[in-house]
Each structure stands twice: as C-alpha cells, then as structure tokens.
T-cell receptor, first 115, second 116 residues
Framework: NAGVTQTPKFQVLKTGQSMTLQCAQDMNHEYMSWYRQDPGMGLRLIHYSVGAGITDQGEVPNGYNVSRSTTEDFPLRLLSAAPSQTSVYFC??????????????FGEGSWLTVV | AQSVAQPEDQVNVAEGNPLTVKCTYSVSGNPYLFWYVQYPNRGLQFLLKYITGDNLVKGSYGFEAEFNKSQTSFHLKKPSALVSDSALYFCAVRDPGGGGADGLTFGKGTHLIIQP
C-alpha cells in the first residue's frame, strides 16, 4: 500500500541548478498538489492539478513548473534553484474535486537545500 | 478569503493529562475541517475531519475534535496524553463554496510536547 511516493528524500543543490522532484500515487486520485513547508508558515500551495493534462498555480508558484501527463505522476521542476527555495516539499493527492470533503493524503516529503 | 489560526506555537502537557490543541477558522460558508499530525522528518498523517453531522468527531490514535460553529473553532482533544503524541499538529480548512485556488488552507502548526 504505497500511497503517495516522493523522491528524492534529501537533495542539496547549487544556486542556478535545476532539478525535478518526483511524485507518484497509486490510488487513482484525480487531484494532486505540491506544497512547501517553511518554519512558522505552515504549508503553502505551489501548484495543483485536477486531472491529467490540467494544472494550475497555487499561492507560491514562482520558480516552479509542473506537468501532469498521467493520473499517477505529478513532478515538480525547479527551473533555476535559489536559496529561497530551501524548504521541505510535500506532494499530496485526493479523490474527487478540490472543493470536496475527501481526505488529502501526503507523501513523506523532500528536504531540499540550495547553497 | 478563508483562514486558519492556531494561536499556540507550543503546548506542553504532562503524560496522562488531557490535551487540547486549539484551532479557529474563517470561511464564508460551511467549512470542511481537518487535523493532521507530523512526526519529525515525516510527512503529514491524517487524523480526523469534520464534513457534516455530529459535531464531535473521533479519529486516529484516540484523538477527537469538536466543531463549534458559533465560536468558529475545531479544537483537537485527547483525554489522556502519551509521550508518543509529541509532534507537530496542523489544522486545515476547506471552503466547499470556493475561496482560493485549492480551497485548503493550513494553520501554522502547533508543537505538542508531552512530558513524562
């Protein structure tokens, strides 16, 4: 019962480098999203997707790209890493619409440090 | 716009005592409310949610929460705390009528520390 799987768990990047955080879910959920967690700020939405081929911006989208070519996968790309993107990143998924009462399930997180 | 407030950064409770982690919310309509727990270096785990019906919701690990519409609160409670309950707790609200790109807004989190 894998649920939401994120890779890598830990990553150190140099400023200006690009990378992709991978996210996969095996629950056939339509809705997927990426959050970042910073101390004292809770979780903030970066991008989300309501189904394959459909993505949209959240609260803090700058510096990040996403795509949703399949229902299962929702990768997050950092285009040119900056120290301000040092954070913990969480992928999440749920069934049905974004305004539903369905439970959102989170991955284990990806700890990213940009030096 | 919807919002969630967790007024305490940290709550300290002796093991065996009851615990309460506070959460208040603001939405335009009837809310969907969630509690999640995060252990060190781990993801968020779902504890419980309120969608409709009984105001007292029971969840995982003996936790419960009471929805109070007049006070716009959804406090998390447990009758007898365990040291293993020590973690970071997040309250979240979803406005089923809209209000934001995702409709899900998190509080800033409350560190719960259970002292042996």
């Amino acid at each position: 019962n894998a649920g939401v799987t994120q890779t890598p768990k830990f990553q150190v990047l140099k400023t200006g480098q690009s990378m992709t955080l991978q996210c996969a879910q095996d629950m056939n959920h339509e809705y997927m999203s990426w959050y970042r967690q910073d101390p004292g700020m809770g979780l903030r939405l970066i991008h989300y997707s309501v189904g394959a081929g459909i993505t949209d911006q959240g609260e803090v989208p700058n510096g990040y790209n996403v795509s949703r070519s399949t229902t299962e996968d929702f990768p997050l790309r950092l285009l040119s890493a900056a120290p301000s993107q040092t954070s913990v990143y969480f992928c999440a998924s749920s069934s049905a619409g974004r305004f539903s009462g369905n439970t959102i399930y989170f991955g284990e997180g990806s700890w990213l440090t940009v030096v | 716009a919807q919002s969630v407030a967790q007024p305490e950064d940290q709550v300290n409770v002796a093991e065996g005592n009851p615990l309460t982690v506070k959460c208040t919310y603001s939405v335009s309509g009837n809310p969907y409310l969630f509690w999640y727990v995060q252990y060190p270096n781990r993801g968020l785990q779902f504890l419980l949610k309120y969608i409709t019906g009984d105001n007292l919701v029971k969840g995982s690990y003996g936790f419960e929460a009471e929805f109070n519409k007049s006070q716009t609160s959804f406090h998390l409670k447990k009758p007898s705390a365990l040291v293993s309950d020590s973690a970071l707790y997040f309250c979240a609200v979803r406005d089923p009528g809209g209000g934001g790109a995702d409709g899900l807004t998190f509080g800033k989190g409350t560190h719960l520390i259970i002292q042996p």
